[in-house]
């Protein structure tokens, strides 16, 4: 997670694949979509003189799968990931409204995943708001995509 990095810097960086481990970040797929290794094999040099990098990983956003190997001397792309928290305020058909720590007001899609997560975060908002409680959400921002990952409800 990054912290204290512009979110208008660039949105990659390159890595060894030899540096990388179970629990990292890289970006797969032909949309280069930003993944979480899950399981990461290295085999042993070959005859073409190559260590071999095998992971698979999950796409942050919507939990799918990818699988792919690479020579361990190659780079490859890794997302910079950012994490905020904002007070929701409302909510409509498709988006929620938040209010940052800054006081500026934004808006963010209601997530699609994990399954049924937008009702159960539209469900807590209601109840808070009858109990006199704030929802802050947690977004998640990687490679031009920002999404709701998680919420949690504060007594004011």
């Known amino acids: 997670w ?11 960086y390159p890595k060894q694949g030899s540096e990388l481990g179970k629990g990292d970040f890289i970006c797969l797929g032909d949309k280069n979509r930003p993944c979480k290794i899950v399981e990461l094999s290295i085999s042993k040099t070959g005859k073409h003189g190559h260590a071999k990098s095998s992971i698979t990983a999950t796409d942050i956003f919507d939990g799918k799968k990818f699988e792919d190997s690479f020579p361990t001397t190659h780079n490859v792309i890794c997302p ?12 409509d058909e498709t988006h929620v409204q938040y209010m940052t720590e800054q006081g500026d ?15 159960t975060l539209l469900a807590s908002f209601d109840q808070a708001l ?12 990687a490679m031009g995509i920002s999404q ?9």
């Open 2 to 12: 990054q912290k204290g990095i512009s979110a208008s810097a660039d949105p990659s």
């Open 80 to 91: 910079r990931i950012f994490t905020e928290n904002h007070q929701m305020t409302s909510y």
């Open 105 to 119: 007001a934004g808006d963010i899609a209601i997530p699609e995943w994990p399954e049924n997560y937008g009702k």
């Open 130 to 141: 009858k109990d006199n409680y704030t929802v802050t959400i947690t977004v998640q921002s």
């Open 148 to 156: 709701i990952m998680s919420h949690r409800v504060d007594k004011n």
